[in-house]
């Protein structure tokens, strides 16, 4: 029989040191930035990551001001007469695109235009469709309402040809002019912006501890952008792991979504703590299949839209039913510039680069409101109409 021999203090030591050594080396695996699949346990510690925290809860507490003055355009030209809009829209269920849609009959009204929405349905086949009758109808101007236009090359040629003016909305990555393709301008909120505060909630909110997906749309630049940069974001936190990028088209939404939520419930059961959507829709949608499990609906896993705030998300908000917050678009805000912008394009002028701020909407902050809507932009707009 053989005696096991006693380890000596150095031996020990050195043991030590490798265990200590390899459990780092098994935490960083676990922490791999992008990955499908997180760590089996939750991150220890009171804070995952406290400079990226403190950077975090500064930005989210400048975000939820609502006390916001009105930074917009003063001065611009004088409301031109009889011109007729047409809105071509990605899909009307999309509540952004419909918001925006709102805000654009409501502006077009005060500076006496027409406005017809042409709904492409949220297909390829759609899109192209309603595109190419906008064209022939030969209006003043077109709006490309939450689609990349380079889906609808042909018709978006024609229209520069026909010297229509476009204008997007959602339409391409960044706000301002575009001349591939050629936009006068494109209204949004500056996504990089967007992106980081909602990733920046959710390092907030877990104190730099959560297990996140995010749910996105690849099939629209727009959006795949704005995931990509939540994801980067998210990863300056080394306590918050992604657990799950799921995307799953906006027209596929209602069906897809109850299905890949089960499944993600069933595969990270506690471990997944919060989740940041491109637009709250997939929270509508999610709510089925976390209420089916008796998840409470003040969560976890706690919800962030990085847009658009639709009233539907704000109810979810106000009512704490698996939503808790959403960075919303000022869409009406945002109708009443694409009305301005073409303004300014009949009338031969610039763009007026503006863009929109960014805000967080939490129950804390909305005081029962079912949008964001700034004040200012209206009295602004209508004395630069003259109207």
Request: with cysteine; aromatic share 6%.
């Amino acid at each position: 029989m053989h005696r096991t021999p006693k380890a000596t203090p150095g031996i020990l030591r050195a043991r030590s040191a490798a265990a200590a050594l390899l459990a780092a080396v098994a935490v960083l695996a676990g922490c791999e930035r992008g990955s499908q699949s997180g760590p089996e346990d939750p991150p220890s510690g009171p804070n995952g990551c406290p400079a990226a925290h403190a950077r975090a809860r500064t930005a989210v507490d400048r975000a939820q001001r609502t006390d916001v003055a009105w930074n917009g355009p003063t001065t611009g030209p004088t409301a031109v007469s009889g011109r007729t809009i047409v809105y071509v829209a990605q899909t009307m269920t999309n509540p952004g695109v419909a918001g925006a849609a709102e805000g654009v009959r409501d502006a077009a009204g005060v500076i006496g235009w027409k406005v017809r929405v042409i709904d492409g349905g949220g297909t390829p086949a759609g899109i192209q469709a309603a595109m190419s009758e906008a064209v022939a109808l030969r209006p003043s101007g077109i709006v490309i309402g939450g689609f990349d236009p380079n889906a609808t090359s042909q018709q978006v040629t024609r229209a520069d040809a026909a010297g229509i003016p476009l204008i997007g909305w959602h339409a391409v990555a960044a706000p301002g002019p575009s001349r591939r393709p050629p936009l006068f301008t494109n209204v949004t909120t500056n996504v990089e912006e967007v992106a980081r505060i909602s990733a920046q909630w959710v390092i907030a909110q877990s104190n730099g501890n959560a297990g996140a997906v995010i749910f996105t749309d690849a099939s629209i630049p727009f959006a795949r952008n704005k995931s990509e940069l939540i994801r980067k974001e998210l990863a300056t936190c080394s306590g918050v792991k992604l657990l799950a990028y799921e995307n799953i088209p906006i027209p596929d939404a209602s069906t897809r979504t109850p299905r890949e939520v089960s499944s993600l419930l069933s595969r990270f059961q506690d471990r997944w703590t919060h989740s940041v959507a491109i637009n709250d829709l997939y929270f509508a949608d999610a709510a089925p299949a976390l209420r089916a499990v008796g998840r409470k609906g003040a969560g976890p896993p706690f919800n962030i839209g990085a847009g658009d705030g639709d009233p539907s998300a704000f109810q979810r908000i106000n009512s704490e039913q698996y939503q808790a917050a959403t960075v919303p678009e000022p869409l009406s805000l945002q109708g009443w510039q694409i009305i301005d912008e073409f303004n300014r394009a009949f009338s031969d002028g610039p763009e007026s680069g503006y863009v929109s701020p960014t805000h967080i909407s939490t129950a804390d902050n909305t005081d029962g409101a079912t949008t964001w809507d700034p004040s200012g932009y209206r009295e602004a707009y209508r004395k630069i109409w003259g109207k």
